[in-house]
């Protein structure tokens, strides 16, 4: 019995490390790409916005410049995300989105993909088209059409040249603003500038680095590396540089680039904004993954703060501001402060009409997280609930979101001793990611000692045994 309870206690420790981690990750890559509001908002009061999605272009031509798309189509979906007019899926948000459907397409769900990535996004428009190319050339046609029957509101024909790609993403955005009868100043036309490079060989290889950031990190990091040295204040190639290198769990240097963006907004006068305040806290974030959660605290209050004085306390921005700050509480195990600032978050999502979202299920699993640290099980087990339920109306329960959510709630009825409750959870987490080939990943790894640590309090020893050594196996093969 000894023996078995030396285990119990490792296997304990790696399933909450494996719930904090996931915390820690998701939060910073949130973070890293959330939408930023610079516009004041006076009256401080919640204000649904249009919530767009900028799908990947068609391309038509010759191959040699498919390389334009995914550039054009980040770099005006991070414009947009500047706008205080605007609610903007991040690129971020919809790469987690398309692993989702894809997830569902490989168990053998007939999806379309495009409708799928505006449900589970609770977008109001699409923004598609096609580019196409004759020699030099480029002719684009913008579609924007409402999300919720495809209808499409207008479409725009639109020329440029290959030469000069900054002028169609410019020309795309004044589309998308006329189509929806949105007014730009000259001070938000200015900001969207901003972060646009000049140099066409920092912009191709740019595009380049974005269609890979999210599926191979380290080649994108080579390409973004390169793009700097052509351009080495090129803002969204300095945050996705950093992004890289923490997927890559390169934090040292991932924390260099983030300082260098901070750097480079304060040599363009860009202090007075969302984007400088998300940038404090993203360096926090990283300095929390170095172990550092005192600075984290800090540069995560400065964001807290700079987005109050500019008026965007009821914004979304601001409401990732306060899951990132629940989440650093959460490690430094205070729960009364993580819970105080998650409640608030959720309060101005819901307000915002940003809670029936993928990524809304996933902050669900963070107030769960905040509850359980405090130890009220059973304000942690709704709230796993609530993201249960979501994830059901969403149609993701074939998917690992749901299998995360289903692992939370075993690890309730483990500590609340109801272990045949566990038991059913912890084999419907393990038969999805199965189903999903994810056999050799570590959270697998966790699902079979869950498992195994359910089976020996059942008094079924001799296969809980087998389950550990399982789960030994493929951690040793991962280190």
Same mark, same amino acid.
């Given at each position: 019995?000894?023996?078995?309870?030396?285990?119990?206690?490792?296997?304990?420790?790696?399933?909450?490390?494996?719930?904090?981690?996931?915390?820690?990750?998701?939060?910073? /890559?949130?973070?890293?790409?959330?939408?930023?509001?610079?516009?004041?908002?006076?009256?401080?009061?919640?204000?649904?916005?249009?919530?767009?999605?900028?799908?990947?272009?068609?391309?038509?031509?010759?191959?040699?410049?498919?390389?334009? %798309?995914?550039?054009?189509?980040?770099?005006?979906?991070?414009?947009?995300?500047?706008?205080?007019?605007?609610?903007?899926?991040? %690129? &971020?948000?919809?790469?987690?989105? *398309?692993?989702?459907?894809?997830?569902?397409? /490989? =168990?053998?769900?007939?999806?379309?993909?495009?409708?799928?990535?505006?449900?589970?996004?609770?977008?109001?428009?699409?923004?598609?088209?096609?580019?196409?190319?004759?020699?030099?050339?480029?002719?684009?046609? =913008?579609?924007?059409?409402?999300?919720?029957?495809?209808? =499409?509101?207008? #479409?725009?024909?639109?020329?440029?040249?290959?030469?000069?790609?900054? &002028?169609?993403?410019?020309?795309?955005?004044?589309?998308?603003?006329?189509?929806?009868?949105?007014?730009?100043?000259?001070?938000?036309?200015?900001?969207? #500038?901003?972060?646009?490079?000049?140099?066409?060989?920092?912009?191709?290889?740019?595009?380049?680095?974005?269609?890979?950031?999210?599926?191979?990190?380290?080649?994108?990091?080579?390409?973004?590396?390169?793009?700097?040295?052509?351009?080495?204040? +090129?803002?969204?190639?300095?945050?996705?540089?950093?992004?890289?290198?923490?997927?890559?769990?390169?934090?040292?240097?991932?924390?260099?680039?983030?300082?260098?963006?901070?750097?480079?907004?304060?040599?363009?006068?860009?202090?007075?904004?969302?984007?400088?305040?998300?940038?404090?806290?993203?360096?926090?974030?990283?300095?929390?993954?170095?172990?550092?959660?005192?600075?984290?605290?800090?540069?995560?209050?400065?964001?807290?703060?700079?987005?109050?004085? /500019?008026?965007?306390?009821?914004?979304?921005? +601001?409401?990732?501001?306060?899951?990132?700050?629940?989440?650093?509480?959460?490690?430094?195990?205070?729960?009364?402060?993580?819970?105080?600032?998650? !409640?608030?978050?959720?309060?101005?999502?819901? #307000?915002?009409?940003?809670?029936?979202?993928?990524?809304?299920?996933?902050?669900?699993?963070?107030?769960?997280?905040?509850?359980?640290?405090?130890?009220?099980?059973?304000? &942690?087990?709704?709230?796993?609930?609530? *993201?249960?339920?979501?994830?059901?109306?969403?149609?993701?329960?074939?998917?690992?979101?749901?299998?995360?959510?289903?692992?939370?709630?075993? /690890?309730?009825?483990?500590?609340?001793?109801? +272990?045949?409750?566990?038991?059913?959870?912890?084999?419907?987490?393990?038969?999805?990611?199965?189903?999903?080939?994810?056999?050799?990943?570590? !959270?697998?790894?966790?699902?079979? #000692?869950?498992?195994?640590?359910?089976?020996?309090?059942?008094?079924?020893?001799?296969?809980?045994?087998?389950?550990?050594?399982?789960?030994?196996?493929?951690?040793?093969?991962?280190?």
């Amino acid at each position: 019995m000894k023996q078995n309870q030396d285990v119990r206690n490792i296997t304990c420790k790696d399933a909450i490390h494996r719930v904090s981690n996931i915390v820690r990750i998701s939060t910073l /890559l949130l973070t890293l790409l959330l939408s930023c509001t610079t516009t004041d908002n006076r009256n401080n009061a919640p204000v649904k916005k249009n919530r767009i999605l900028v799908e990947m272009f068609e391309y038509l031509g010759p191959p040699q410049y498919k390389w334009l %798309v995914p550039g054009i189509r980040a770099t005006v979906t991070n414009g947009l995300a500047k706008l205080q007019q605007f609610e903007v899926t991040s %690129v &971020a948000e919809q790469q987690k989105a *398309a692993k989702l459907i894809q997830q569902k397409q /490989l =168990v053998g769900d007939d999806v379309d993909a495009s409708k799928e990535l505006a449900k589970i996004n609770a977008v109001d428009y699409s923004c598609l088209g096609t580019i196409q190319s004759a020699g030099k050339e480029l002719m684009v046609n =913008v579609r924007i059409a409402d999300a919720t029957n495809a209808n =499409v509101k207008q #479409s725009s024909n639109l020329k440029g040249t290959v030469d000069n790609p900054f &002028a169609v993403q410019e020309k795309i955005v004044d589309s998308l603003v006329a189509s929806l009868d949105v007014k730009l100043s000259d001070g938000d036309k200015a900001l969207f #500038s901003s972060y646009v490079t000049k140099n066409e060989e920092a912009f191709s290889l740019y595009s380049k680095a974005v269609e890979t950031l999210y599926t191979d990190p380290k080649a994108s990091a080579v390409l973004l590396a390169n793009a700097l040295s052509k351009d080495p204040e +090129y803002l969204d190639a300095l945050e996705d540089l950093s992004n890289a290198l923490y997927q890559l769990g390169d934090y040292k240097r991932s924390l260099e680039y983030m300082n260098r963006k901070k750097t480079a907004l304060e040599k363009k006068s860009l202090t007075e904004t969302g984007d400088y305040a998300n940038t404090l806290c993203n360096i926090g974030i990283i300095h929390l993954s170095l172990g550092d959660s005192d600075k984290a605290l800090q540069l995560c209050n400065q964001d807290k703060t700079l987005k109050e004085k /500019l008026f965007l306390s009821k914004s979304k921005t +601001y409401a990732t501001t306060l899951q990132s700050l629940s989440a650093i509480y959460i490690i430094r195990k205070e729960s009364d402060k993580a819970i105080a600032n998650i !409640e608030q978050a959720k309060m101005i999502l819901e #307000s915002l009409g940003l809670n029936r979202t993928h990524e809304f299920g996933d902050f669900l699993v963070t107030i769960g997280l905040a509850y359980k640290g405090k130890g009220d099980l059973e304000k &942690a087990n709704f709230y796993y609930s609530e *993201a249960d339920s979501l994830y059901k109306e969403l149609g993701l329960t074939k998917t690992t979101s749901y299998s995360s959510v289903l692992s939370n709630q075993g /690890l309730i009825h483990l500590a609340k001793k109801e +272990y045949k409750d566990a038991l059913k959870k912890f084999i419907t987490d393990k038969e999805i990611q199965d189903n999903l080939k994810l056999t050799t990943t570590e !959270e697998y790894a966790v699902t079979l #000692s869950n498992l195994g640590l359910t089976l020996a309090e059942l008094g079924q020893d001799a296969k809980a045994k087998e389950l550990f050594n399982q789960a030994e196996k493929i951690k040793k093969l991962r280190k």
